[in-house]
């Protein structure tokens, strides 16, 4: 049926409109801005000239973090920490989700394990405690300190879990039937069928591992060992660290210092770390939001 | 019935139906073992750890060595004179995100709902989402610029209009309201869609059946649309009531500055100032395990609550 508009209506439409594309623009205008500084040169930036478009323009901020060993450093930790991250993420939440996904009948102890993994979202032993493991079992400025405390991801594993669940019995069960053993019923017959679950956690984990700054801020002894999210808030802090540090050690690259400074070299260091979770945004979009719901409206 | 399905074990069902059961099983225990060990050395393990808070922890002398104190660390942590003001401003904090974190979101679906043209949704849906992936680091650069007073647009825009501008960052009385107001600006566009699969989840009919009744737009809304999410809105509320203690480390610790310590630092930044900053491991760790506790109260009659009224189970 179609919906009659009376003029009131119409009001409201427009006014909507306007305010929801308002509200949209201050969600998106920021990183414009961060993008426009980026591109501009120095003085457009002091004398305070650059709001959405870059004023003389140039790429010298980038080129400028490009041959800045650090910053490529800390951009490899973070691939590296980010794919070997991801992928023990996702061996475990399918080796746990699958034996918690069966039925009593079909897997005695489930009611015990899932309680066991639940616990750890009730309760946590805080950072200390959390940081003396770490310690402890000799992982200190190891990649694997970044990886292996995180690697268990209990809500994770609830959504894959419910997702193995609410598929049909009969899958399974004609795989028994055929003689598969339970890891060839899992790779043959549940993991095809489990795509779109697998596919949101794989997102999940990766906006997780290249987001995180805080494990490599406490657990790296030396800065040379920091994932790109950890050097950056040191230059977001100190905006001037990075600047002076780079500086000092390659004197070649005065030559850039007319054009830049470290409000447009960090503009630049922010949009490039950026660039990974834009590139994955569409993908994102997609499956976040069945994870999401899917996750939610379980009963 | 699972032995009627495979006629190999048929025969000897009888006499090795545990053992037989227990084999079949096998395979799932082993699938298990890698996550539990995880969880018991890095969750468990660190639960364990808490004993800390009570012992006058020597890191030389490990968890085992050191002296026991019962509960001196408490005593000495709520004696603190800056530790009341951080609760309180932890509660005012994570109060001032959970109800907003509720009303945007909601008001916003609504408002999007009234977009019929799915290709402008999509666009407004698409940008709103985006801060929501990006992490605090780098938003807190990002806000660093643009509400610095004196070179930031925000800044720019007071001075234009011949006001001071205000120092959001810096002022004890304005930083609060900034990070809540910054934290629902994050999430507002993604909490959103939790609502906007609700509202798509409303039967279409009720509509009609609303306007041959002579409702206009305003009774529908009332009347259709927010029952028709109510029950989601009271989950998602009820949900965030666990996190009543957690003020957003991220954020505040990338923004704060000891000038708004006195509103602006949190249960999690205090903890962490105390134990890695100052290495006071037995004081941060009984903040921590204050923190643990109270949420764990409030995690557990989230959930029950959850359970109880919206009949949401996590497994």
């Known amino acids: 049926m179609k919906i009659k508009s009376s003029p009131s209506r119409k009001i409201f439409l427009v006014c909507n409109f306007i305010f929801l594309t308002l509200i949209s623009l201050t969600c998106i205008l920021p990183f414009i801005n961060l993008l426009a500084i980026s591109f501009s040169s120095k003085t457009a930036v002091v004398s305070n000239q650059v709001s959405f478009w870059p004023v003389e323009f140039n790429t010298a901020a980038y080129t400028f973090i490009l041959d800045n060993n ?67 079992t000799g992982l200190m400025d190891s990649i694997w300190a970044l990886i292996l405390p995180s690697a268990v991801n209990v809500f994770n594993i609830l959504v894959v879990m419910n997702y193995m669940r609410g598929l049909p019995k009969e899958l399974e069960e004609a795989a028994y039937i055929d003689g598969a053993g339970h890891i060839s019923t899992l790779v043959r017959v549940i993991l095809p069928v489990c795509t779109p679950t697998l596919a949101t956690v794989t997102l999940f984990a990766f906006v997780f591992h290249w987001n995180s700054w805080f494990d490599g801020m406490i657990y790296m002894s030396t800065t040379s060992r920091y994932p790109l999210q950890t050097y950056l808030q040191t230059v977001v802090i100190n905006p001037e660290a990075f600047f002076r540090n780079a500086t000092n050690v390659s ?14 070299t960090n503009a630049a260091q922010m949009f490039l770390a950026m660039i990974p979770i834009l590139l994955v945004y569409p993908f994102l979009q997609k499956y976040f939001t069945t994870g999401l719901v899917m996750g939610s409206v379980k009963g | 019935m699972e032995n009627t399905l495979n006629p190999k074990k048929k025969e000897n069902a009888a006499p090795n139906h545990k053992r037989d ?82 009303i945007v979101p909601v008001i916003f679906s609504l408002l999007l709902n009234e977009i ?59 930083f609060p309201g900034t990070m809540i107001v910054l934290d629902i600006w994050k999430g507002f566009g993604f909490g959103s869609v939790i609502y906007l699969a609700a509202l798509t989840g409303i039967d279409q009919n009720l509509y009609e059946a609303a306007q041959i009744d002579g409702a206009n737009r305003i009774q529908q809304t009332w009347h259709i649309t927010l029952p028709g999410i109510l029950s989601t809105v009271i989950l998602m509320t009820v949900l965030s009531m666990s996190n009543i203690l957690n003020g957003g480390f991220d954020e505040i610790y990338n923004l704060y500055n000891a000038s708004v310590y006195s509103t602006g630092d949190i249960l999690d930044t205090f903890v962490f100032r105390l134990g890695i900053e100052n290495a006071q491991f037995a004081l941060s760790t009984a903040a921590g395990l204050f923190k643990s506790g109270v949420s764990f109260v409030f995690i557990v009659a989230s959930y029950w609550l959850a359970d109880k009224f919206a009949g949401y189970r996590i497994f």
């Open chain 2, 116 to 174: 019929a043209h799915s290709g402008v949704k999509r666009t407004f849906q698409t940008m709103v989402y985006l801060p929501n992936f990006l992490s605090w680091v780098i938003l807190a650069g990002l806000f660093f610029d643009i509400l610095s007073p004196s070179t930031g647009i925000i800044g720019r825009i007071f001075t234009a209009l011949g006001l001071d501008a205000p120092f959001f960052l810096g002022d004890p009385k304005l």
């Open chain 1, 70 to 136: 650090q910053f490529l450093h800390s951009l490899l930790i973070s691939v590296e920490r980010t794919l070997l991250g991801v992928a023990v993420n996702l061996l475990l939440i399918i080796l746990t989700a699958y034996p918690l996904s069966k039925s009593k009948q079909d897997f005695s102890a489930r009611s015990v394990f899932s309680w066991f993994f639940v616990v750890t979202i009730l309760f946590n032993g805080g950072l200390i405690p959390g940081y003396l493991m770490v310690k402890w």
């Open chain 1, 251 to 264: 004197s070649e690259l005065s030559r850039y210092l007319e054009l830049v400074n470290a409000r447009t």
């Open chain 2, 21 to 102: 059961k227990f084999t079949r099983q096998l395979p799932l225990y082993f699938m298990l073992i890698p996550a539990v060990v995880l969880v018991v050395v890095y969750s468990y393990g660190s639960m364990a750890g808490t004993v800390i808070a009570f012992q006058k922890f020597n890191l030389a002398k490990g968890l085992f060595g050191s002296e026991w104190v019962g509960f001196k660390n408490f005593e000495s942590l709520f004696s603190m004179p800056t530790f009341w003001p951080v609760i309180r401003n932890t509660i005012v904090i994570a109060l001032g995100k959970m109800i907003g974190g509720i």
